[in-house]
């Protein structure tokens, strides 16, 4: 089913092109968790075995396509403000113990936790709620978006390669799936329980408990 889905997903790569990259990973910045580790990887294998799409051309798109999303976020936060998004966040899958945590992640790291969020799972695409809600530079915001998404696109597209570069996988043995998928699991499990589950379940600081009351 895996092989499937990534050769359904290289196939429409070959039409889609940059725009996808650029579409998929708007959404993924955005209030749908879609995993950029399952966009940026299969292109830079398919760019890397055909020469149909240039490394370079995937980074710049996923930077641009995340920027995209986050800046919807941001605007969204911004515009509405926080009582409005924390009472109806929750339709478009942004509940309040979202929003809480990345406030807490947010004070925690301050403005340079924007670039540090686009290397982390999860706070990746809550950062753009507090950064809008208290109406953060929006060109600061834009830059440390676009260069932590454009590294972060490289270390996938660097993924990417290595594993279209093991035969076993790519002949679809379980095992190997396994190791690799286990490896991710890992990796960006330890990423999120050291770098963002401790912050955003913490208790709350004073000026985050402040602005709840």
């Known amino acids: 089913m895996i092989r ?15 725009p996808l990259i650029a579409l ?7 209030v749908v968790p879609l995993p950029s ?17 240039s490394l370079v051309g995937i980074v710049l798109a996923g930077a641009l396509g995340s920027w995209v999303g986050a800046t919807a976020m ?5 515009v509405a403000g926080r009582p409005l998004v924390m009472r109806f966040g929750k339709y478009v899958f942004i509940s309040p113990e979202k929003i809480l945590g990345a406030e807490r992640w947010a004070s925690r790291f301050g403005s340079v936790g924007i670039f540090i969020s686009r290397l982390l799972p999860v706070v990746r695409h ?4 507090p950064a809008g809600i208290v109406r953060m530079d929006y060109w600061k915001f834009s830059i440390y978006t676009l260069l932590g998404s454009g590294i972060w ?6 993924i990417g390669i290595k594993a279209g570069q093991d035969q076993k996988l790519l002949a ?3 095992h190997r799936i396994a190791i690799w998928l286990g ?31």
């Open 37 to 53: 580790e399952l966009v940026i990887p299969p292109a830079a294998h398919l760019a890397y075995t055909s020469g149909k799409l």
């Open 126 to 129: 809550l950062i753009g709620i």
């Open 4 to 18: 499937e889905l990534i050769d359904w997903y290289l196939a429409t790569l070959q039409t889609g092109g940059y």
């Open 183 to 213: 490896g991710a699991m890992l990796i960006l499990g330890g990423m999120y329980y050291f770098l963002v589950h401790r912050y955003m379940k913490a208790e709350p600081t004073k000026a985050t408990a402040t602005r709840q009351a």
């Open 153 to 158: 696109c490289g270390v996938l597209c660097w």
């Open 24 to 30: 998929l990973m708007a959404v993924e910045s955005s």
């Open 172 to 174: 679809g043995e379980a």
């Open 74 to 78: 941001y605007w969204f936060s911004r």
